[in-house]
């Protein structure tokens, strides 16, 4: 079965600093989807990226990026110029193609430190 | 504006009381299902759908039922609700083909406390 980890239950970041929020993953499929879903105070659900996994380019969403390193199944996401109001919990997401649940990791609470 | 909206947001009510939490969306798409977020567990899928008059699952169906008469909405039934179906409710849909094919959207969420 196909699980997802995200090995950093907080971090903490200084405003308009970096971050990077680990992600790794565990499957034999060779096609996939990956995302990266924020869940601000508020409890919304909202899609930050999204990677196809046959696509080599890294996915970026202005000041969201991923680094997508899929023989190691590996799949980061990097916060610039960091604001208070990415402060949430973060989720690491895979899906396979078609009709398959998406898989969860447990999430990091990012903190943005003023 | 493309949506995904549920209703009610927020609900409290007691043990064996008949509720329906309902979803619609906007977007025309194929797949829809049901997530319960609990703490330390994650987000679980209940039930999803592929069409209408195809519903099948998840993870964690039991004390759950749903129908999908229409594309656009897919209500989750909790005939006999109990304590433990207290939780962090979430309805997503997906299409499965185009430009963000199997990307789930998610509706707000309604947070259900049965006493």
């Known amino acids: 079965a196909q699980t997802v980890t995200q090995s950093q239950p907080e971090m903490s970041v200084q405003e308009a600093e970096t971050v990077t929020l680990s992600c790794t993953y565990d499957t034999s499929e060779s096609d996939y989807y990956l995302f990266w879903y924020k869940q601000p105070p508020s409890r919304q659900m909202i899609l930050v990226i999204r990677q196809e996994a046959y696509k080599q380019q890294n996915a970026t969403e202005n000041r969201f990026s991923v680094n997508f390193q899929k023989a190691a199944k590996s799949f980061s996401l990097k916060i610039s110029d960091s604001q208070l109001g990415d402060a949430a919990m973060y989720f690491c997401?895979?899906?396979?193609?078609?009709?398959?649940?998406?898989?969860f990791g447990k999430g990091t609470r990012l903190s943005v430190i003023a | 504006e493309a949506q995904v909206t549920q209703n009610p947001r927020y609900l409290i009510t007691v043990t064996g009381k008949k509720l329906t939490v309902t979803c619609s969306q906007n977007m025309n798409h194929e797949y829809m299902s049901w997530y319960r977020q609990d703490p330390g567990l994650g987000l679980r899928q209940i039930y999803y759908?592929?069409?209408?008059?195809?519903?099948d699952k998840g993870d964690v169906p039991e004390g759950y039922k749903v129908s999908r008469k229409e594309k656009r909405n897919f209500p989750l039934i909790l005939e006999s609700p109990s304590p433990n179906q207290t939780s962090l409710y979430f309805c997503?849909?997906?299409?499965?083909?185009?430009?963000?094919?199997?990307?789930?959207?998610f509706g707000p969420g309604t947070r259900l406390t049965v006493l």
């Open positions: 997503a849909s997906t299409a499965l083909g185009g430009l963000d094919a199997d990307t789930q959207y």
């Open positions: 997401a895979y899906k396979t193609k078609g009709n398959t649940p998406l898989v």
């Open positions: 759908s592929m069409n209408v008059e195809v519903t």
